[in-house]
């Protein structure tokens, strides 16, 4: 059986994100404690990575998700996140269909 190109982006993108992910859970578990800055920078990750997937949504895509996007970040400062998720799965199909 021999593999096509695909399939070896597949797998070395997995092993890259493996090494990474085992690579910084190793490097963090040397150590008792953790600096309060290392902390405050390790929990600012993910607001930073959703960021980088819905900014370039939001402004490039269309004013169906635009509007979708700023409605999401209104719910964002009152409802919980799974709340916030449904309201953008149906904000995104009402203004898809209403807007186009």
Same mark, same amino acid.
């Given at each position: 059986?021999?593999?096509?190109? /695909?399939?070896?982006?597949?797998?070395?993108?997995?092993?890259?994100?493996? +090494?990474?992910? /085992?690579?910084? !859970? *190793? /490097?963090?578990?040397?150590?008792?404690?953790? !600096?309060?800055?290392?902390?405050?920078?390790?929990?600012?990750? =993910?607001?930073?990575? +959703?960021? @980088?997937?819905?900014? =370039?949504?939001?402004?490039?895509?269309? =004013?169906?998700?635009?509007? @979708?996007?700023?409605?999401?970040? *209104?719910?964002?400062?009152?409802?919980?996140?799974?709340?916030?998720?449904?309201?953008?799965?149906?904000?995104? *199909?009402?203004?898809?269909?209403? /807007?186009?």
């Amino acid at each position: 059986m021999e593999f096509s190109t /695909i399939t070896w982006i597949v797998l070395a993108g997995a092993l890259a994100t493996y +090494l990474t992910r /085992i690579g910084g !859970h *190793l /490097i963090l578990s040397r150590f008792k404690t953790i !600096h309060p800055r290392v902390e405050a920078a390790l929990n600012a990750v =993910p607001a930073a990575v +959703l960021t @980088t997937l819905v900014a =370039p949504a939001a402004v490039f895509t269309g =004013p169906a998700e635009t509007a @979708t996007v700023i409605v999401c970040a *209104l719910a964002a400062f009152y409802l919980p996140g799974m709340a916030v998720f449904v309201i953008g799965w149906a904000a995104v *199909l009402a203004f898809r269909a209403l /807007i186009g």
